[in-house]
């Protein structure tokens, strides 16, 4: 059974309350939830976690590695700042998917940058809660088309 890390990053146990016209009214719970049901659907394992901690983040992907199959990664606000998150990744080497509620690249020019978007497989952003449930089936549907292997 294909086994998926979920990393959602900081202030996102905040969704439902910030700034809901970027954010939406979404919770965090809500979206797990949904991130479950997929799972259940698609016969994975996902397991998601939150932290504000950037360390935290870092020491999850590390352990990651053996433990699971690929990553999906909303690393909120350290996307434009943290080479350790990126290191990590890079250092693990399983299939991530990088996903952002809103467009990065329709905001303010320093979150234009992502240091994760170069060792991730690929990104989704700008489609809100659903970003994530598009990362998980694409990271599902790269392992299960063998693209690992060729990587």
Do not use: C
Not at 16 to 30: C, D
Request: hydrophobic residues 45%; without cysteine; charged residues 20%.
């Amino acid at each position: 059974m294909l086994r998926v890390l979920v990393l959602h990053g900081p202030n996102l146990n905040l969704l439902g309350l910030r700034e809901r016209s970027l954010y939406g009214n979404t919770s965090l719970k809500a979206i797990n939830q949904s991130i479950a049901k997929l799972a259940k659907q698609e016969r994975i394992k996902a397991e998601a976690r939150q932290s504000n901690l950037e360390g935290e983040l870092v020491t999850w992907i590390q352990e990651a590695k053996g433990r699971f199959d690929a990553i999906v990664i909303n690393p909120a606000g350290y996307t434009h700042t943290s080479v350790a998150i990126r290191d990590a990744i890079a250092a693990v080497g399983l299939p991530t998917v990088e996903v952002h509620l809103t467009n990065i690249y329709k905001r303010e020019e320093f979150r234009h940058r992502s240091y994760i978007a170069d060792v991730a497989i690929g990104q989704i952003a700008g489609f809100g809660p659903s970003g994530y449930l598009l990362a998980v089936k694409a990271v599902v549907d790269y392992l299960r088309d063998g693209r690992a292997a060729a990587t």
